[in-house]
């Protein structure tokens, strides 16, 4: 029988936005068959003011508790899902280490007790604890919840230059690493890394939400797209190749570039926002993508090739391949699950090349091919795996002990 009779997961990803998250997608597919309870991104003083004066888009009256902090949401099967608002936060990421481990323990304590009043109320009392990439808070947390165990969920290189957490992340989450009772990671190569340190560490890979994605292939039979569409999807930043996507375009006049998301990196519109057939499409909630999917021709990821993408599993790459879309993309990583159904390319010429062919892979069983690959690639194909790597966790199960 189950050792715990809940998961909390605690994450620095927040349970809305204009993309699909990892951990959001993975405990909905989880709470089909457990009571789920997933910790909202924890705000800060300097957010809510940042979402007071306009700078950023902040939910102020949730953050604030003006609304009831708890929602149930509903789920596909026997479970429960809550997703629950924790109290404003003090900002601490901008100091140095000494005075950010002072007052780290007044964040923590913040947190365990209002968190311990939503364990009282819904009647969790020895729940599995799942960080969601977030060592920072994890560390001083272990422990303090009633937990059967702690599982790190790690979907990304925290050491990686530029990133957020990596200014106080890394030193925490090598000490987090080796107090965990396991790690589980998202690509093959993370794995490999945080094993170091935790030798009960697994993979399980991004999924995607197939039905979603896959409305793209139906909007495009009903309506095909009037001229060739080049697609990125997601947040584009320093991990796109310039050189690759400033040849294409120019090269390709034929051909229109679309970007859909979030620019994070200005140098990429001021390298291609001048260029004709280079479009840049603002960030949509994941229900309106299909519609922007099936005018697409061919979806990309033209990654830089570096030590950082090296551990990345992209989520973008089933929810192309779930829309029925070729693929072309850069050998950032590992990506041999998709050998024969995308083309890889690292060089502009021969990324350009890889388009043209896939601009004409567009054979019923090709289309097939790439469809059925993304639909053994599920978020509750994913959820099953993670459960796989529960079981292997002692303190998380036992065996029901006789009367």
């Not at 994450?11 to 909202?40: E, P």
């Not at 272990?142 to 530029?162: H, M, P, R, S, V």
């Not at 998301?261 to 260029?275: A, N, Q, Y």
Request: aromatic share 8%; hydrophobic share 40%; charged share 20%.
């Amino acid at each position: 029988m189950k050792q715990f009779d809940s998961i909390i997961c605690i994450a620095q990803t927040s349970w809305k936005g204009d993309f699909q998250k990892a951990a959001v997608q993975l405990m909905t597919a989880l709470s089909a068959r457990h009571r789920v309870l997933f910790v909202d991104y924890l705000y800060t003083l300097k957010d809510v003011a940042q979402g007071l004066t306009g700078r950023k888009d902040v939910p102020v009256r949730d953050v604030m508790h003006l609304t009831n902090p708890l929602t149930q949401l509903p789920t596909e099967g026997d479970g429960e899902l809550y997703v629950w608002t924790p109290p404003v936060m003090l900002p601490l990421n901008w100091l140095s280490a000494k005075p950010h481990d002072q007052l780290l323990s007044q964040n923590t304590n913040r947190l365990i007790r209002s968190l311990r009043r939503v364990m009282h109320e819904l009647g969790m009392h020895r729940p599995l604890i799942v960080n969601g990439f977030h060592p920072v808070i994890g560390l001083p947390l272990l422990g303090k919840l009633n937990e059967c165990a702690t599982i790190y969920y790690c979907f990304d290189e925290i050491t990686t230059a530029g990133h957020w957490m990596s200014r106080h992340g890394n030193r925490y989450e090598d000490a987090f690493l080796r107090r965990v009772d396991a790690v589980v990671t998202t690509s093959e190569t993370l794995r490999d890394a945080k094993s170091v340190a935790q030798p009960r560490t697994f993979c399980v890979k991004n999924g995607v939400n197939f039905d979603l994605f896959n409305q793209a292939r139906l909007l495009a039979e009903r309506y095909p797209p009037r001229r060739p569409v080049v697609g990125y999807l997601g947040s584009a930043d320093n991990r796109v190749d310039l050189d690759i996507m400033e040849y294409c375009s120019r090269t390709m006049p034929d051909v229109e570039f679309q970007f859909i998301g979030e620019v994070h990196d200005p140098t990429i519109t001021s390298r291609l926002g001048h260029i004709p057939n280079v479009t840049f499409i603002p960030p949509h909630q994941p229900a309106d993508l299909p519609p922007l999917l099936a005018k697409l021709t061919v979806g990309i990821i033209p990654f830089v090739c570096n030590e950082h993408t090296y551990t990345i599993y992209p989520l973008k790459i089933n929810e192309y391949l779930a829309a029925g879309l070729p693929v072309v993309s850069t050998p950032f990583s590992r990506l041999d699950d998709f050998s024969g159904v995308i083309e890889l390319a690292d060089t502009p010429e021969r990324f350009a090349q890889a388009l043209r062919r896939a601009l004409a892979d567009w054979d019923a069983e090709r289309v097939q091919q790439r469809v059925a690959l993304a639909q053994g690639n599920t978020w509750e194909q994913r959820a099953v795996e993670f459960e796989a790597a529960i079981q292997r966790v002692p303190k998380a199960w036992r065996q029901e002990q006789p009367v």
